[in-house]
C-alpha cells in the first residue's frame, strides 16, 4: 500500500505570482486604501487633523455640496442606462447579423466597428465637438443635405440635450466592445444544438431567441456590469468636449468631473484631497454595490436559469 504524498509548498507558485501580486498591490490596493485614509482628514491651518466621517456629512448634508453630487450621481445614472438601452442592444444586434455564416465580408465589417474602441478619448471629444458645431462642424450641413437641416440643433449647448448627445458618442466609440463578446459567445454554442433545434423547426430568428439568447445571457451580464463600472469610472470624454466644468451649466458633470474639479482645483477653486477623496469613495462604495447586486442577484440566477 503506498504511503500518502506529503503536501509540499509549490515555491514556483508564489515566484511566478509575486510580481503581479506586487504591481497590483502598488497600483491599485494601496492607492485605495491611502484614499479611503484622506477621506477621514482634513487641512486646518496647514496640519492634517483627523476628522472621521465629518467629510461624509459635508459632502452628503451641506446644500452647496450635495446638491452638485447628487447632480452628478444622476446625470451618472442616466449616461450608464443610455449604455445599457442604446449600446448593449445594438451590440447584440450586429454580433447575431456578423455570425451568420452566409454574411459576406464579416471580418471587415467587424474591424470597421470595432476601430472607434482604440481611439483616445480626447480625439474622440474633440473631433465630435468640431463635427456637431454650430459654426463649423459638418452636422448642419450633413443633415440639409438629406432635407433634415431643421432637426438640427447645438446639442452640446443645451443643457437638456448635451448629455444624451455625448453618451450617443459614447455608444459609438465603444459598441464594438459588446458586439465582439457576443460575437465569441455566439460561436463558442455547440453546432449540435442549433441542429437539433433545425429538427424541430427551430430556424432563423426563432433560433436566435429561444436557443442563442438563453446560451449567451451569463455573457450579457459580464457586459452589463462592465458597463456599469465603466460609466460610473468615465471622465475623460466629458472632460474632453466640455471641459472640466462640464457644462453648459453642468449638465453633463459627473461623478468622475465633480471629483477633478474638488480634487485638483479648477480656475477660482482651490483643490481639496480630502473632499475629494471623500467624493471617490463614494464612487467605490456605488459601484461595489453593484457589482455585489450583479454578484449575489442576478448571476445566481442566470446560472439557476442555465441549469
Not at 487641512?43 to 448634508?61: A, C, K, M, P
Request: charged share 10%.
Amino acid at each position: 500500500m503506498s504511503e500518502p504524498r506529503s503536501s509540499r509548498v509549490r515555491w514556483h507558485v508564489l515566484v511566478f505570482l509575486a510580481p503581479a501580486v506586487i504591481v497590483y498591490t502598488a497600483v491599485m490596493i494601496f492607492p485605495l486604501f491611502n484614499t479611503l485614509r484622506l477621506a477621514l482628514f482634513t487641512e486646518i491651518e496647514q496640519q492634517r487633523v483627523f476628522v472621521g466621517l465629518q467629510n461624509f456629512y459635508t459632502l452628503f448634508g451641506d446644500a452647496i455640496w450635495s446638491e452638485q453630487f447628487w447632480n452628478a450621481l444622476g446625470n451618472n445614472f442616466w449616461f450608464f442606462f443610455i449604455h445599457m438601452l442604446v449600446q448593449n442592444p445594438i451590440g447584440i444586434l450586429l454580433a447575431a447579423i456578423l455570425s451568420h455564416p452566409r454574411l459576406r465580408f464579416a471580418h471587415l465589417y467587424r474591424s470597421a466597428i470595432f476601430i472607434p474602441t482604440i481611439l483616445s478619448f480626447v480625439i474622440v471629444g474633440f473631433a465630435w465637438k468640431l463635427i456637431l458645431s454650430p459654426i463649423w462642424g459638418i452636422a448642419p450641413s450633413m443633415l440639409d443635405a438629406v432635407g433634415l437641416k431643421s432637426l438640427y440643433a447645438p446639442w452640446l449647448g443645451k443643457e437638456e440635450y448635451a448629455l444624451t448627445t455625448l453618451a450617443l458618442v459614447s455608444v459609438w466609440q465603444f459598441v464594438g466592445i459588446p458586439m465582439m463578446l457576443i460575437y465569441a459567445a455566439l460561436l463558442s454554442i455547440p453546432e449540435e444544438i442549433l441542429e437539433a433545434g433545425e429538427c424541430d423547426g427551430i430556424t432563423g430568428m426563432s433560433a436566435f431567441w429561444k436557443i442563442k439568447l438563453p446560451l449567451i445571457l451569463p455573457s450579457i451580464g459580464i457586459i452589463s456590469i462592465l458597463t456599469f463600472v465603466g460609466n460610473f469610472n468615465a471622465f475623460d470624454l466629458i472632460y474632453a468636449a466640455q471641459g472640466a466644468l462640464a457644462g453648459p451649466n453642468f449638465s453633463t458633470d459627473i461623478l468622475g468631473t465633480f471629483l477633478y474639479r474638488t480634487f485638483f482645483g479648477f480656475q477660482l477653486q482651490l483643490g481639496d484631497p480630502h473632499m475629494g477623496s471623500a467624493i471617490a469613495t463614494a464612487m467605490f462604495v456605488i459601484i461595489l454595490i453593484g457589482v455585489c447586486i450583479y454578484l449575489f442577484g442576478i448571476q445566481t440566477r442566470l446560472r439557476r436559469y442555465q441549469f
